[in-house]
């Protein structure tokens, strides 16, 4: 069973570089799958960040795609996240997940709680 | 502003049935693209409940089913029960920008 996990800073000062870190077990990074960021908003609904797949090609959602990189470790099985200049607009809850080529996602992180703030 | 409507809230009374629908474009549901359903509990992430337009995930009761029609799809739900309050979100691949694109979620509230 696919197992995904978030990690990183819960406080983030604005202006600087949030970072988070996704770690897959149960699985390869390294397979033929979308590797995913997500994020929601306190009491919004969900937005696509981008994915990566066969560990080098990203696509990024165009609203934050001046801000956002998205980069594979196969050494330690994980992805990541980062999204620079971040302001109070980027306080929410951050999850990763796996998907195919126009398939679900079918496997999510339990998401993690960033807060930017001074 | 989420590229795919969905209505805000639905009610109904234990063991009816609601629908809840999920409208997209020319670039999206439009295009072909699969629609999928997922639910939300407080606090947890959001979990798959139907794929390509209309399959259920091994482990969802066929309470639930999904549709599809043009540029829209829907998602039933039947004999309504107190457990299925949530949040619901729909999700399609959106041609234009290369990604997915997700509804802006509807709560169910059972009464």
Redesign the interface.
Known sequence: QVQLLESGPGLVKPSQTLSLTCTVSGGSISSANYW?WIRQHPG?????I??IFSTENT????SLESRVTIAVDTSKNQFSLKVRSVTGADTAVY?CAR?GD?????Y????TLVTVSS | QSVLTQPPSVSGAPGQRVTISCTGSSSNIGAGYDVHWYRQLPGTAPKLLIYGDSNRPSGVPDRFSGSRSGSSASLAITGLQPEDEADYYCQSFDRTMSGSVFGGGTKVTVL
């Open positions: 995913s919004k609904g969900l937005e696509w981008g994915y696509y990024y959602n165009p999850y998907n126009f398939t679900p996602f079918e999510w992180g339990l998401g």
